[in-house]
């Protein structure tokens, strides 16, 4: 009977023992999982306030990155750099991308779109028709930092220039392509009723 009652015991202390380990690997799992989080924040945290400090000095401006033109890609973007009109976005893929992700960026009031890769003409028209300038990145000289870029802000207004003076260009070419035709479609009619 004794023999049982230490056997008894033993199995319920190995138990209880089983129970109290999965218990500390289930802590460890939760602890390492927070510190991992703190450890993004305080990188996040560390990023705004030097984009601040940039943004203070003036002379270079602060691009906040958006990994993926999707929605998802935009919503995690807005919550971690808190994108607020007047603010240099830099796309990183524009992939997967069209007229609805557009139009949930231009809501953003983006003062202008830095891209890596080409975009869809859907969505360069959205960006055209907001007057969103959508610079190439291979067109300005970008600082990639560890979560953000930067940019020179005579670069940035340089190119915005660019931007604008080429939309005007098309503009007017479009607005004398349909005053051309407004012409020639009355000079045809005059000729039928002569």
């Known amino acids: 009977e004794r023999l049982h009652y230490e056997y008894s015991k033993n199995i319920l202390l190995n138990k209880e023992l089983s129970s109290k380990i999965k218990l500390i690997k289930k802590l460890q799992e939760k602890y390492n999982k927070e510190k991992k989080l703190r450890e993004n924040l305080e990188r996040n945290i560390n990023s705004l306030l030097e984009m601040k400090e940039f943004e203070h000095k003036g002379e270079k401006l602060p691009v906040k990155i958006v990994k993926s033109f999707t929605k998802e890609g935009i919503k995690e973007a807005c919550h971690q750099w808190k994108i607020k009109k007047d603010d240099v976005i830099l796309l990183y893929?524009?992939?997967?991308?069209?007229?609805?992700?557009?139009?949930?960026?231009?809501?953003?009031?983006?003062?202008?779109?830095?891209?890596?890769?080409?975009?869809?003409?859907?969505?360069?028209?959205?960006?055209?028709?907001?007057?969103?300038?959508?610079?190439?990145?291979?067109?300005?000289?970008?600082?990639?930092?560890?979560?953000?870029?930067?940019?020179?802000?005579?670069?940035?207004?340089?190119?915005?220039?660019?931007?604008?003076?080429?939309?005007?260009?098309?503009?007017r070419k479009k607005e004398k392509q349909k005053l051309w035709k407004i012409i020639d479609e009355y000079r045809a009619k005059r000729r039928r009723k002569h």
């Open 93 to 171: 893929s524009a992939k997967g991308g069209g007229s609805q992700t557009a139009k949930i960026l231009t809501k953003l009031a983006p003062r202008a779109i830095i891209t890596r890769e080409n975009m869809s003409h859907q969505a360069l028209g959205i960006f055209e028709d907001k007057e969103i300038p959508v610079i190439f990145a291979e067109d300005i000289s970008l600082e990639i930092r560890e979560n953000f870029a930067l940019v020179k802000s005579k670069d940035l207004e340089k190119e915005i220039g660019k931007w604008k003076k080429k939309v005007m260009e098309k503009r």
